[in-house]
């Protein structure tokens, strides 16, 4: 064949006005997000810097004790830090076991027709209002875990509710991102399986759920993140005071409570007690910020196990 007067493709990309703009329009809402946070972390941290300049206040009281009044001088954060923390624990005990199987099924066995009355009523969880689940876990949920536990065991204000109503909040979010983890699996992994004669459930434990870990770990940050942000479920069914103890059936305040109680009132600018939001804001970010690096890492690991 002659190459006499062959002309090779001109191989060079061309530039699209439309194209230019949308990149344009992507980097600016990166960069726009990033200076966001930056600012959000700018102004906890100056705010916050005035409660720690108070001649009072010393990281030693601060992280050393476990005391939480800034109006009588008691500045201790754990009562605050250790309510959060169970919470959320409890809240994720409750929505990612139910969250995966749920999104198990609907990936992996329901029918499309199944699937389609399946998904939007669990979905629908996710558009309730959070002070309804407060009166939720309030009204119902308490009133039943005393009955079981006995009314002088659980407090009618008890983290053990607050962490369950929060569980069933958080778990559309769980299940909607992970199935679509699990549907994101290309379809030969599945074959695969079968063709080596694994079971159903033996090809979704062992192949679908380790390949959409990654998915599966964005779903937990996200619904620890919400969980440890979560306000009113925990001001109305929690407590409205800070107490440090490790027993899920007493009273107790989260951070996000005592910052919603706290702020409702009137505060003078610069006081004590307004500073003191601030700090609590900023040992907020920080707690999430570390859950979410700890969660990163766990789900890395994991990950290389299967690559």
Do not use: C, H
């Not at 005990?93 to 198990?104: F, V, Y």
């Not at 962490?163 to 559309?172: C, R």
Request: net charge neutral.
């Amino acid at each position: 064949m002659s190459t006499k007067n062959f002309r090779p493709f001109n191989l060079k990309k061309t530039i699209r006005p439309g194209e230019t703009i949308i990149q344009s329009l992507l980097f600016v809402a990166g960069v726009l997000s990033i200076m966001i946070t930056i600012t959000l972390v700018y102004e906890l941290g100056k705010e916050a810097l005035l409660f720690f300049n108070n001649p009072d206040v010393t990281l030693a009281k601060f992280f050393g004790t476990t005391e939480w009044q800034p109006g009588i001088g008691k500045y201790g954060i754990w009562p605050l830090v250790t309510s959060t923390l169970i919470t959320s624990f409890i809240a994720m005990l409750i929505a990612l076991p139910l969250g995966l199987a749920a999104a198990l099924y609907l990936s992996e066995y329901a029918s499309p027709k199944v699937r389609s009355i399946l998904k939007p009523i669990l979905e629908i969880l996710a558009g309730i209002p959070t002070v309804v689940y407060g009166f939720f876990a309030l009204l119902f949920v308490t009133p039943i875990l005393q009955s079981i536990m006995g009314k002088d065991n659980i407090s009618v204000y008890n983290m053990l509710s607050a962490g369950l109503v929060m569980g069933i909040m958080i778990l559309p979010l769980i299940s909607s991102m992970s199935e679509d983890a699990f549907s994101a699996v290309p379809r030969p992994l599945r074959e695969g399986a079968y063709a080596m004669g694994a079971t159903k459930l033996e090809t979704s434990l062992q192949v679908v759920l380790p390949a959409a870990l990654s998915g599966i770990g964005a779903a937990v940050i996200l619904g620890i993140s919400r969980a440890i942000g979560e306000t009113m479920i925990v001001a109305v069914a929690a407590g409205s005071g800070p107490n440090f103890t490790l027993n899920p059936f007493e009273a107790a305040e989260t951070m996000t409570g005592n910052i919603a109680r706290i702020s409702g009132g009137d505060l003078s600018y610069g006081s004590i007690d307004y500073t003191s939001l601030f700090a609590i804001a900023l040992m907020l970010f920080l707690v999430t910020l570390v859950l979410n690096l700890i969660s990163q890492y766990v789900v890395q690991r994991f990950r290389e196990q299967y690559e």
